[in-house]
């Protein structure tokens, strides 16, 4: 099993320009999350899917973060136009259909917006 | 507001010494405990995890305490290892809008470092 997988690693972008960061879930997890990491605010979850579908955007930050999941396999999270603020390491972590069960995460975006 | 909060927010420690993480919480809904370790440029992943209906979970060199009526959980870790360094935080999880699902609230982290 290949584990979540996250892509790009490593984005710098300008300010004002549009991101998209990429995630596929393992095989068989019906809750994807997304998560930010800062050394101010920690580990945040910004949105919780579960069988595609959001069901909680509680920690989306603004407007300008937007996050989807066409298929089960698939999600993205578009930061749209991008801030410095926005600066940080974007995690996406997906979990079995089970009650209290392993969050596995991938091994994350570092987003720095110049 | 942080629904789980953990101390100290750093940690140094000799080898073969023993690293204790504190974590409290308010909330009675949280039904299940688990502490997470991140090495730099990794995520976070699943160390060890503990229900409330237990006082205490071992595994290895790593063991949970758990006081349900202090609202408070730690993370002992027993003859550190420099390989140990690392961040580690604890998070509690509640059902979600009383579903099956859960909702994971993470601690702000601990920076452990083991000196060789």
């Known amino acids: 099993d290949a584990g979540v997988i996250q892509s790009p690693r490593h984005e710098v972008t300008e300010m004002g320009q549009e991101v998209t960061l990429r995630c596929k879930p393992i095989s068989g997890h019906n809750s994807l999350f997304w998560y930010r990491q800062t050394m101010m605010r920690g580990l945040e979850l910004l949105i919780y899917f579960n069988n595609n579908v959001p069901i909680d955007d509680s920690g989306m930050p603004e407007d300008r973060f937007s996050a989807k999941m066409p298929n089960a396999s698939f999600s993205t999270l578009k930061i749209q136009p991008s801030e410095p603020r926005d600066s940080a390491v974007y995690f996406c972590?997906?979990?079995?259909?089970?009650?209290?069960?392993?969050?596995?995460f991938g091994q994350g975006t570092r987003l720095t917006v110049v | 507001q942080q629904q789980v909060k953990q101390s100290p927010q750093s940690l140094i420690v000799q080898k073969g010494g023993i690293s204790i993480i504190n974590c409290a919480y308010e909330?009675?809904?949280?039904?299940?405990f688990p502490w997470y370790q991140q090495f730099p440029g990794k995520g976070p992943a699943l160390l060890i995890a503990i229900r409330p209906d237990v006082s205490e979970k071992k595994e290895g060199r790593f063991t949970i305490s758990f006081n349900k009526s202090a609202k408070q959980f730690s993370l002992h870790i027993m003859d550190s290892q420099p390989g140990d360094s690392a961040t580690y935080f604890c998070a509690a999880s509640m059902p979600w809008r009383g579903s099956t699902l859960g909702r994971l609230y993470f601690g702000r982290g601990t920076q452990l470092t083991v000196w060789p």
């Open positions: 972590a997906s979990s079995p259909r089970q009650l209290n069960t392993e969050a596995f």
């Open positions: 909330n009675t809904a949280f039904d299940y």
